[in-house]
T-cell receptor, first 115, second 111 residues
Framework: DTGVSQNPRHKITKRGQNVTFRCDPI?????LYWYRQTLGQGPEFLTYFQNEAQLEKSRLLSDRFSAERPKGSFSTLEIQRTEQGDSAMYLC?????????????FGPGTRLTVT | GQSLEQPSEVTAVEGAIVQINCTYQ??????LSWYQQHDGGAPTFLSY????GLEETGRFSSFLSRSDSYGYLLLQELQMKDSASYFCAVRGHTGGFKTIFGAGTRLFVKA
């Protein structure tokens, strides 16, 4: 399977702990995105990378959130000092941007529960 | 900033046609996308419109009017498996090229 993969699929943590999620995009895709989705809402933009460069980070994202994409391949999203409000599905997507298309391919997500 | 509005729910019967509207506000508009998401699943891409007009892909069509900041997704010959959430998403330029998603329209298809 050459789709986007995310690990872990589920994570339960206690408030105050740090968590890290991993995303492996489709290999030839140059853009990688992180979104957060809560029940009944659309994916909320967090950040995106073009190759290894982080080009934009949502203003809604506190400094407890950090993302990296070393060597322009896989990416990690870390949340420090988790809070109950961080409970959500964290989605990763990748794309190969052309002038005629902007299709993003989503991974299955990591569901985070903060207790 | 960027914002999108779409109806929260739509109900239709199997075999019918349904239209899901989306209005948006953004600066530096580049295109409007539509995604489908089944419960427990990941969003999957349906269509992308960068220019005015209708794009057809099988039973699904998407329309864009840039002057009206408006688009819609048209689903024909509805099937039970089309019951899902549908999101419009705008790619704009407000300091970047990020994509902003609407809150989604939940489609219920009844027999």
């Amino acid at each position: 399977d050459t789709g986007v993969s995310q690990n872990p699929r589920h994570k339960i943590t206690k408030r105050g702990q740090n968590v890290t999620f991993r995303c492996d995009p489709i290999s030839e895709h140059n853009r990688l995105y992180w979104y957060r989705q809560t029940l009944g809402q659309g994916p909320e933009f967090l950040t995106y990378f073009q190759n290894e460069a982080q080009l934009e980070k949502s203003r809604l994202l506190s400094d407890r959130f950090s993302a990296e994409r070393p060597k322009g391949s896989f990416s990690t999203l870390e949340i420090q000092r988790t809070e109950q409000g961080d409970s959500a599905m964290y989605l990763c997507a990748s794309s190969l941007v052309t002038e005629s298309s902007y299709e993003q391919y989503f991974g299955p997500g990591t569901r985070l529960t903060v207790t | 900033g960027q914002s999108l509005e779409q109806p929260s729910e739509v109900t239709a019967v199997e075999g019918a046609i349904v239209q899901i509207n989306c209005t948006y506000q953004t600066s530096g508009f580049y295109g409007l996308s539509w995604y489908q998401q089944h419960d427990g699943g990941a969003p999957t891409f349906l269509s992308y419109n960068a220019l005015d007009g209708l794009e057809e892909t099988g039973r699904f069509s998407s329309f864009l009017s840039r002057s009206d900041s408006y688009g819609y997704l048209l689903l024909q010959e509805l099937q039970m498996k089309d019951s899902a959430s549908y999101f419009c998403a705008v790619r704009g330029h407000t300091g970047g090229f990020k994509t902003i998603f609407g809150a989604g329209t939940r489609l219920f298809v009844k027999a």
